[in-house]
């Protein structure tokens, strides 16, 4: 019996197939990505759990998410195993005040969830869009949502807390927080990986969307990102935190409207804001225009004061974790980051960090320095194996 993981994000969908082990870990079969909608390389490549490529090309359509899903599904179809589906696990960005731990979908709760979309306008709408594609052509298959905002319910209510009237805390503008799915892998990988899961961790997940996570023993204390996946760091489009007078500025000054703002905050910005160039870390690194530079270090300026301030949350650090794609393949991007780090007593070791070892500190250093690729599709066929098997009775 497989298990089929979706998670569609803003401009690719990911995908994974396990098969499921009575009492044991979901076993990857293969896994891939569609990626270029709505612009940039278009490319549709899968792989074999032992590596071998299984397709790598171009996409016949997948010009928009629902091309590239049904031609995912396609595909997938003349593949062995998926006559046998036992559930699909799908990523849900938002999951709001009700949603705090992976459910089975059914028509209500899709409605509820649809309710979240303008709070995550990038990744709400794939996210249901995948489930209501599958739900149409497997109208008896489980399907089990997995929210990134649910490894954030526990945190202590002062760090999930605006400043603001108390009507508006109680109707849930809250900091939710995201990248929970990446956040709780990363949870459970650190005893393998350190041989210790307790202590004071910081992860900062660096892709495209990037945000920090202030961990103590395996739990979130305090976030990057807030209400919605906009706050904190800058991204590969989208700005980061931001005074909240820029947006009253430019809705009363500049007379723009609040799409042409969030046009503006979430895929304007960024990167590819203030390079003018690229929201690809890679294209920026390998630029030697200013604005590139520029953009860099302000991506490195304030990863370097979210530490600061996610240390001072916990009272104390004794390891930094770097994954996605940023922290998990740019050896530049942490040398800086932990440069900047040095008063936290961070003290690199250039050849570890050089060639993507899995600790990267010196053995002197103060504060342990962690790469660890994160596995959000893995988190989503545990839940997806476990819901269904229970849904089943078995
Ligand atoms: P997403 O948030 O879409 O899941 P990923 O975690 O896949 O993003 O990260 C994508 C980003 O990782 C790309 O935009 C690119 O900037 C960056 N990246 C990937 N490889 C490298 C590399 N070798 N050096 C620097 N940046 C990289």
Redesign the pocket.
Known sequence: MSVLVLNS?SS?IKFGVYSRRHGGEPQLQCRGEIEGMGGGVRRFFARAANGRTLIDGEPQRASNHAEALAELLAWLQQRPGMDALLAAGHRVVHGGQDFTEPLRIDAQILEQLQQLVPLAPLHQPHNLAAIRALAERYPSLPQIACFDTAFHAGQPSVARQFALPRRLTEAGILRYGFHGLSYSYIATRLPQVTGSARGQVVVAHL???ASMCALSDGRSQATSMGFTALDGLPM?TRCGALDAGVILHLLASENMSATEISDLLYHQSGLLGVSGIS????VL?ASDDPRAREAVELFVYRISRELGSLAAALGGLDALVFT???GE??AEIRARVCAAAAWLGINLDIDANGSHATRISSDDSAVSVWVIPTDEELMIARSACELAGSATGT
Do not use: Q, T
């Open positions: 994000g690719s892709g495209n969307g590969g929201n690809d870390m890679r690194l996605g794609g940023i393949h740019s």
